[in-house]
């Protein structure tokens, strides 16, 4: 898809089209996050599903047994994740500028952070660390610099980006080098990171 930043353009991508369609749609949860609570045998909790999108994933977590909240910047998509159940909040918030107030013992970032311009990360990051439990887990996924393309849609994020730009605020427990499972074939490159707060 072509470039997307900013409310309205999310607003348009909602708008206009069935979210089973989007590039990103996965109706399972994403196979690096059930991995990795499997794994921790984590099934419990206060998650926030940031950027829900279709909701998807957020729905999978409830089915797990978190208590979820999910948030995204488009009306139209909170709107739409909303039928989905109303066991889940489903808020429309924007991360940089957040009016939420609860911390959550797990953060989902499903493709979010990738389309949040460079010069707002540090505002991401501060906003991710007022939501966050000290003990708190985040767990990001977006592209990698393995996925060719550049400039238009999701940046691609390197390891080494990623550790530059979280370092200070966060322990970064892994990066796992994984592929995202949607829509698009081949599956683009992605990474998936485990975080906590220094
Ligand atoms: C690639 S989609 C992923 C959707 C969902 N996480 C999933 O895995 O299906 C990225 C989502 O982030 C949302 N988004 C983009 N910028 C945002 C912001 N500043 N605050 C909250 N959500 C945002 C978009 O509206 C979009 O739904």
């Given at each position: 898809?072509?470039?997307?930043?900013?409310?309205?353009?999310?607003?348009?991508?909602?708008?206009?089209?069935?979210?089973?369609?989007?590039p990103w749609f996965r109706k399972k949860l994403d196979q690096d996050v059930k991995k990795e609570l499997n794994d921790r045998k984590i099934k419990s909790g206060d998650a926030l599903d940031l950027g829900t999108g279709p909701g998807t994933q957020a729905l999978e977590l409830l089915k797990l047994g978190f208590n979820v909240a999910a948030t995204d910047i488009s009306k139209s998509a909170i709107n739409e994740a909303h039928k989905l159940t109303n066991d889940i909040d489903f808020i429309v918030d924007d991360i940089?500028?957040?009016?939420?107030?609860?911390?959550?013992?797990?953060?989902?970032?499903?493709?979010?952070?990738?389309?949040?311009?460079?010069?707002?990360r540090k505002i991401y990051i501060q906003n991710i660390k007022k939501l966050l439990n000290s003990n708190g887990l985040l767990f990001l996924k977006c592209f990698s610099d393995k996925e060719p393309g550049t400039g238009s849609g999701p940046y691609r994020i390197s390891e080494s980006l990623l550790r530059d730009v979280f370092n200070n605020d966060f322990l970064i427990e892994k990066i796992l080098h994984t592929e995202f499972k949607g829509k698009r074939t081949p599956n683009p490159k992605a990474l998936f990171a485990v975080m906590k707060i220094r």
């Open positions: 898809m072509g470039m997307v930043s900013g409310t309205r353009d999310w607003e348009e991508v909602y708008k206009n089209n069935s979210v089973d369609e989007l940089l500028q957040t009016k939420l107030k609860k911390k959550f013992d797990l953060i989902l970032d499903r493709g979010c952070f990738h389309t949040i311009e460079p010069e707002e």
